[in-house]
């Protein structure tokens, strides 16, 4: 890489030309949803269509879970995690469509490193999720789910790096995929299993041996389960790992793990491509 005057470019020179690409890539992305308002609307309906039939209509019948806590809100976090899951995978969309468009390979052929495009694409699309899950924490007071200002600056950080990591799997995903098509296939095959196996819809306890062990390899049950914890406090049902509940802890370290897991693996794959 060289600078303006002709000369080698310092390490210092490229770390910053390195993050204004990064910049670049993430402000475009946001850019874009800014430009795409009914996009946001309909990025809530689902959450939305779900408290409603599943949270309004099952929490009489499903009654109190734990003290404190009916159906309606053990369910909120779950659809929060749900928003911030589909908002992040779905980001990976644009990768494809640049690809089809031609701008991706003027991005590859750029000094601009594979890394940095990745960072990128994931930071805007995490930005993107976290952004539609707090329209959604809008309908917290109104549920009487009651989130201290600390927990809920807790709970934004958690959310971001739940988004990254997805954000980074969508960008995996989508460096392999050449039709939005193929694309969206992919991701229905995805975004199912990832959804309703992580105890979005359900307490963890007491389920069929199969379906423990399923719900417990789905790295996103770690996700849901330290929202509903930070949200709801930690009386309620959760993970467990050999009948031993999990920690708040344990759910943000395998969240973290995910995190470097994929990101990694995005890079590894963009660095392939040609």
Same mark, same amino acid.
């Given at each position: 890489?060289?600078?303006?005057?002709?000369?080698?470019?310092?390490?210092?020179?490229?770390?910053?030309?390195?993050?204004?690409?990064?910049?670049?890539?993430?402000?475009?992305?946001?850019?874009?949803?800014?430009?795409?308002?009914?996009?946001?609307?309909?990025?809530?309906?689902?959450?939305?269509?779900?408290?409603?039939?599943?949270?309004?209509?099952?929490?009489?019948?499903?009654?109190?879970? !734990?003290?404190?806590?009916?159906?309606?809100?053990?369910?909120?976090?779950?659809?929060?995690?749900?928003? &911030?899951?589909?908002?992040?995978?779905?980001?990976?969309?644009? &990768?494809?469509?640049?690809?089809?468009?031609?701008?991706?390979?003027?991005?590859?052929?750029?000094?601009?490193?594979?890394?940095?495009? !990745?960072?990128?694409?994931?930071?805007?699309?995490?930005?993107?999720?976290?952004?539609?899950?707090?329209?959604?924490?809008?309908?917290?007071?109104?549920?009487?789910?009651?989130?201290?200002?600390?927990?809920?600056?807790?709970?934004?950080?958690?959310?971001?790096?739940?988004?990254?990591?997805?954000?980074?799997?969508?960008?995996?995903?989508?460096?392999?995929?050449?039709?939005?098509?193929?694309?969206?296939? %992919?991701?229905?095959?995805?975004?199912?299993?990832? %959804?309703?196996?992580?105890?979005?819809?359900?307490?963890?306890?007491?389920?069929?041996?199969?379906?423990?062990?399923?719900?417990? %390899?789905?790295?996103?049950?770690?996700?849901?389960?330290?929202?509903?914890?930070?949200?709801?406090?930690?009386? &309620?049902?959760?993970?467990?790992?050999?009948?031993?509940?999990?920690?708040?802890?344990?759910?943000?370290?395998?969240?973290?793990?995910?995190?470097? %897991?994929?990101?990694?693996?995005?890079?590894?794959?963009?660095?392939?491509?040609?």
């Amino acid at each position: 890489m060289f600078s303006e005057n002709g000369h080698a470019a310092t390490a210092e020179e490229a770390g910053m030309a390195e993050l204004r690409g990064i910049y670049i890539l993430w402000y475009r992305e946001v850019l874009r949803l800014r430009r795409d308002r009914p996009r946001l609307i309909a990025s809530l309906g689902t959450p939305l269509l779900f408290l409603i039939v599943f949270g309004f209509g099952l929490s009489r019948p499903m009654g109190t879970l !734990v003290a404190g806590v009916n159906f309606t809100q053990f369910l909120f976090p779950g659809l929060l995690g749900m928003t &911030v899951l589909m908002s992040a995978l779905m980001s990976g969309m644009s &990768v494809v469509w640049e690809r089809e468009m031609g701008f991706l390979r003027e991005v590859l052929v750029s000094p601009l490193s594979r890394r940095a495009v !990745v960072l990128g694409k994931a930071l805007g699309g995490s930005t993107i999720a976290i952004f539609q899950g707090a329209v959604l924490l809008i309908l917290a007071p109104f549920l009487a789910v009651k989130i201290p200002l600390l927990s809920l600056l807790w709970l934004l950080l958690l959310l971001f790096l739940i988004a990254f990591a997805l954000s980074s799997l969508g960008v995996l995903i989508a460096s392999r995929t050449y039709t939005m098509e193929g694309f969206q296939v %992919i991701m229905n095959l995805v975004l199912m299993p990832l %959804i309703f196996l992580s105890g979005i819809f359900f307490p963890l306890t007491e389920l069929p041996g199969w379906l423990s062990v399923v719900v417990t %390899i789905n790295p996103i049950t770690y996700g849901v389960d330290a929202i509903r914890r930070i949200m709801l406090g930690s009386g &309620v049902p959760s993970v467990a790992w050999f009948q031993h509940p999990v920690t708040l802890a344990q759910d943000i370290l395998v969240i973290g793990l995910l995190t470097l %897991i994929v990101t990694g693996l995005a890079i590894w794959s963009f660095s392939r491509q040609e």
